[in-house]
DNA sequence: CAAGAGATCATCT
DNA sequence: GATGATCTCTTGA
């Protein structure tokens, strides 16, 4: 069953966690690239200073600020895609980080145990940003009624936003499922 | 094993 | 002109 928008309109914590063991769906013609959502950020407000959103809207960022369940895709570091959900409602700039997935065919986990590797992996890239994920055709999300125990959920501060101060820097805002051997870094 | 540097470019100032 | 929600490779102990 598709996520739909009740779902992305949850707090931003909310959605992170509960996109724990759900399904992320690659559609390229007859072919379909499938994995299992393992490790997720929340990005949350214009106060996060780890948000690219806390600067303000921009050109690239006003996605951000838009309804909720779109693709939220950028370039970093010059060659790498981030693949982001946008949460809760318009004008409330808020995102999802997906920082790990377990592929449904089985991989070695260093080919894409982290944001910018399974981008590559599932083949995305700007040409699927602002997608609305509840209707595309080429990328959605799933639930298949694997259940995550909280007990099973990792809290933990984000990865590389050391620049956003000793508040934000410090929040546990990184989650991910325990002993998953596809997670990104210990 | 850890630490450091380099790759490489869209985005914002 | 500077920087980054990353990753890989090299160095050195």
């Known amino acids: ?17 509960q996109l724990l063991g759900k ?6 013609g007859q072919h379909k690239i499938e994995a299992q959502i393992v490790e997720t950020e929340a990005y949350i407000g214009p106060q996060d200073k780890a948000s690219h959103a806390s600067k303000g809207k921009t050109p690239r960022t006003q ?15 010059g060659m790498y895609y981030c693949f982001n959900i946008v949460t809760e409602k318009q004008d409330y700039p808020a ?20 944001p910018g590797k399974l981008c590559r992996y599932l083949k995305i890239n700007k040409t699927l940003n602002n997608k609305n994920l509840i209707t595309s055709k080429k990328i959605w ?15 933990t501060q984000r990865i590389g936003i050391d620049y956003s101060g000793p508040y934000w820097s410090k929040r546990k805002l990184r989650f991910y499922i325990k002993n998953n051997q596809y997670i990104s870094k210990k």
């Open 1 to 17: 069953m598709r996520l739909n928008k009740q779902f992305y309109l949850q707090s931003t914590e909310q959605v992170a966690q």
């Open 23 to 28: 399904f992320l769906i690659r559609r390229i």
């Open 63 to 77: 996605i951000m600020f838009g309804p909720p369940g779109q693709a939220y895709i950028y370039l970093i570091y």
């Open 95 to 114: 995102a999802v980080l997906i920082r790990a997935v377990q592929p449904v065919k089985k991989e070695k986990p260093e080919l894409i145990n982290g």
């Open 141 to 155: 999300l799933e639930d298949r009624n694997i259940n995550i125990k909280s007990s099973q959920i990792v809290k």
